[in-house]
């Protein structure tokens, strides 16, 4: 699919983007630009795929109207990954407008120069916290994910696609490094409420998993990871068994603000319009009218549930260990 293409990549240094430069880099694509704000991690990067040719790397953000249309008019952009967000639901909740600036002006921004310059795939990284949201970074999101799909109205040289998942383990930020961390230094992991459930999956199993929806959409679908969840205390306890003793122990400190005690993938709402993909995915059609042919759609097998719920998908602590061991978090 993109052999010989030129992909855009924002927010390209984080551990997403690593990722995806990483399994992208052999499929040959013509040219990948990374385009984000920070300096250090663009040096860092280029150093770690060292120096590659393929790789360009452009200094720039997303909230800059006038820096996204000179990026698009001076490459000719087949494809458009966005993964550029603020995600960390307490900066979010104390600095509200810099996540409205990043997550849907920002993505406004984006969804405007691809159809100007007329790219062929958009494809927008999205989260559970955007199904039913309770914190800002939800909101922001489900707007995102609204700008994108709309955005199928007013072109048809350009196919809006969302991909939607839940947390990955390894990604920056990620749970997992923290009780790690916490074990190591203070022989004790703080969690919020040991009943909370979440999605997991390892960070190149979501890659591979963009890539098949990208290359299956015709604009307009919201494609929902089938990821497993689990119960944060049986996170704890798996990571204590590797890497702490008999004194480990698990703290409770309450759940924050914002938080919820499950996660949801698809909504009650989605769920009349919601299909299944493959062992791996869930569809979504979109509930506007859009000139696009969904028969691929209409042939699969809708959804029996009435929403996907981290709390309905639990899996054992040993479903949770091999997912760490693939992941690399039990060296």
């Not at 009780?179 to 230094?185: L, P």
């Not at 009650?268 to 299909?275: L, N």
């Amino acid at each position: 699919m993109f052999k010989d293409k030129t992909i855009l990549i924002t927010g390209a240094t984080g551990s997403w983007g690593n990722e995806l430069i990483n399994q992208m880099l052999p499929m040959t694509p013509k040219k990948i630009i990374a385009f984000s704000r920070g300096e250090l991690a663009q040096v860092m990067t280029h150093i770690k795929f060292n120096n590659n040719p393929l790789l360009h790397f452009v200094i720039g953000d997303v909230r800059d109207a006038d820096a996204v249309d000179r990026l698009f008019s001076q490459n000719k952009i087949d494809y458009v990954l966005h993964l550029a967000a603020l995600k960390h639901v307490p900066v979010c909740e104390n600095q509200p407008q810099e996540a409205i600036k990043t997550n849907i002006r920002g993505t406004t921004n984006l969804v405007n120069a691809a159809i100007k310059y007329k790219v062929k795939r958009f494809i927008d990284v999205s989260t559970d916290k955007a199904v039913s949201p309770t914190n800002l970074y939800g909101y922001t999101k489900a707007v995102g994910e609204k700008v994108v799909i709309q955005a199928n109205t007013l072109t048809d040289d350009t196919a809006f696609i969302c991909i939607r998942g839940g947390n990955v383990l390894g990604s920056n930020g990620s749970v997992v490094p923290i009780f790690i961390e916490q074990i190591k230094k203070n022989n004790e992991i703080t969690i919020t409420v040991g009943h909370m459930t979440r999605y997991f999956l390892t960070l190149p199993e979501a890659i591979h998993l963009i890539f098949n929806a990208a290359e299956a959409g015709v604009g307009g679908e919201t494609f929902v990871m089938n990821m497993p969840s689990f119960y944060i205390s049986d996170l704890g306890e798996v990571l204590i068994d590797h890497y702490g003793n008999l004194g480990t122990r698990i703290k409770e400190i309450g759940i924050r603000e914002g938080e919820k005690m499950d996660e949801l993938l698809i909504s009650e709402h989605e769920s009349p319009r919601s299909y299944i993909f493959n062992n791996d995915y869930y569809v979504i059609k979109p509930d506007l009218d859009i000139n696009r042919d969904f028969s691929y759609i209409d042939s699969l097998k809708k959804v029996t549930f009435n929403k996907f719920s981290s709390a309905d998908n639990l899996k054992g602590k040993k479903f949770l260990k091999d997912l760490l061991d693939r992941g690399g978090f039990l060296k």
